[in-house]
């Protein structure tokens, strides 16, 4: 089966041009100007709109099981969301319990994707040091395609990695050419002040931010970076939210180090403000870490990726509904962190970036696909549109709107951290391993359709 898109204007990271694009099976065949049809194609017309890559949303949570409970969203409806917005991969995470083998993780989080309607990968966790995690992060990279290893600095008395697993896990990843990511809040802090808040009576919403001040953060920040800098590995850390965070960033790679930053659409759009809202569901729907920062914080990422040194936007998307997140009613420390967005992430981030000119389109693509599929070695199979490529493409269109709101999107969990925003600038059509999945308004998402993504380890720096 053939699928033509014709008469719009491809949109690359390196440049823009006119041609029409023809997939045949799952890979794209040819791009250029006036590609016959071959018998029986199905034509997308994309007159007047942007050809792009697939987004790529390098940092979900599907089905995750996290502080007692599971998210809304699991690979089916997480993924199908995703097509809707334009994404047609995601990367996921592989969260063992802490003395969970890791390769008994990996096959658990395998069988949760196998529903999944757009193509997925994952970063594995590690949440605990042994010889047998060295031995199992061997075997992920070797045989399962795992070439990325995250550490949350974060979730004491949970999933925190302590120092000792950090620097052990860091040698070990750049042993086996794959690169370590971090989510960088410092997990003892976090704590320490969460115990202070809740003594002194404070145990709302407002609370969270409190916290987690930036501080907290980029101290994490800081220390993951310098264990790279002493280990020399690289580093990639996930949902950087403040100006701190990005100057540790920014300080390292002009120092020479290789630092990527990932910034959430989130942090991108919505500030701190919500944390003040009376309604607590409102206010809990917003609980995620870090939090939602000041504007002066938003302003900050926002040139971090104009000026190269934030490199991915992703989501966290991490979905509780309102049942969940009462859970910490009378105690936010309860309350399950995380919110939603891979429906959204393109849409937001082309009407805040490209429609204001802080990005150009090339750029648009560059922080929405490419650089995630270069960073974690997916590329040119990803996030390109050339003769080769996996058909994965989003037809744009610039000048279609849309109001966002929980009561109308795909995903699950009732709550939109963008609800009532209009956005101009939105998906018409994806097109996902040479598959129309979604056009105008219609979901065409196939339970099971997704494929897992092999990453293959980076060469080794030394022989
Ligand atoms: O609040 C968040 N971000 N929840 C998901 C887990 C994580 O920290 O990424
Ligand atoms: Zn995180
Ligand atoms: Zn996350």
Redesign the pocket.
């Known amino acids: 089966m053939a699928t033509l898109i014709r008469g719009g204007t491809v949109v690359n990271a390196d440049r823009a041009f006119r041609a029409d694009v023809l997939c045949e099976g799952d890979k794209i065949v040819a791009v250029g100007p006036g590609l016959a049809a071959p018998a029986g194609a199905e034509i997308v017309d994309a007159g007047g709109q942007y050809v792009m890559p697939g987004g790529i949303d390098p940092?979900t949570?599907m089905n995750?099981p996290?502080m007692g409970t599971v998210t809304q969203d699991d690979f089916f409806t997480g993924t199908a969301a995703g097509l809707a917005g334009g994404n047609t991969t995601i990367i996921d995470?592989v969260i063992p319990n802490p003395q969970q083998p890791l390769l008994e993780a990996y096959h658990q989080w395998r069988g949760w994707a196998e529903k999944a309607a757009g193509d997925y990968t994952f970063h594995v966790a590690i949440t605990w040091w042994s010889e047998q995690v060295h031995e199992d992060m061997g075997t992920l990279v070797r045989k399962h395609g795992v070439n990325s290893f995250k550490h949350?600095m974060?979730?004491k008395n949970a999933i925190m990695a302590d120092d000792e697993t950090l620097v052990k896990s860091f040698r070990r990843a750049l042993e086996l050419g794959a690169i370590p990511t971090v989510?960088a809040e410092n997990g003892e802090l976090v704590y320490q002040l969460q115990q202070d808040l809740l003594r002194q009576g404070i145990t709302g919403p407002r609370a969270h931010p409190l916290s987690r001040p930036p501080a907290v953060e980029a101290e994490a920040a800081n220390r993951a970076i310098a264990i790279a800098n002493v280990l020399k590995t690289p580093l990639y850390i996930?949902?950087v939210s403040c100006k701190e965070s990005l100057d540790a960033i920014t300080r390292a790679r002009a120092a020479g180090q290789r630092v990527y930053g990932e910034a959430l659409a989130g942090h991108l759009i919505v500030d701190d403000s919500v944390y003040d809202h009376p309604d607590f569901d409102f206010a809990a729907g917003h609980?995620?870490?870090?939090p939602f920062r000041s504007r002066e914080h938003q302003k900050a990422l926002w040139q971090g990726l104009q000026g190269g040194n934030l490199h991915t936007t992703a989501t966290?998307h991490?979905t509780f509904c309102a049942e969940q997140k009462a859970a910490g009613r009378n105690d936010f420390t309860k309350i399950?962190?995380?919110?939603g967005g891979v429906e959204d992430r393109m849409a937001v981030i082309w009407d805040e970036g490209v429609n204001s000119g802080k990005l150009t389109p090339s750029e648009f693509v560059r922080v929405t696909s490419a650089n995630a599929a270069q960073i974690f070695n997916i590329y040119p199979r990803k996030g390109v549109i050339a003769a080769g490529s996996d058909a994965d493409i989003v037809v744009w269109d610039p000048a279609g709107s849309r109001t966002i709101s929980a009561k109308t999107q795909f995903a699950k969990g009732g709550f939109n951290v963008f609800e009532g925003r209009t956005v101009k600038g939105i998906p018409s059509t994806t097109v996902a391993a040479g598959k129309v999945v979604f056009h105008r308004g219609e979901l065409r998402a196939v339970e099971g359709a997704g494929r897992h993504i092999d990453r293959p380890a980076f060469v080794p720096t030394a022989p």
């Open positions: 940092h949570h995750l996290f995470f949350f974060a979730y989510h996930v949902h609980v995620m870490s870090p966290d991490c399950p962190n995380g919110c």
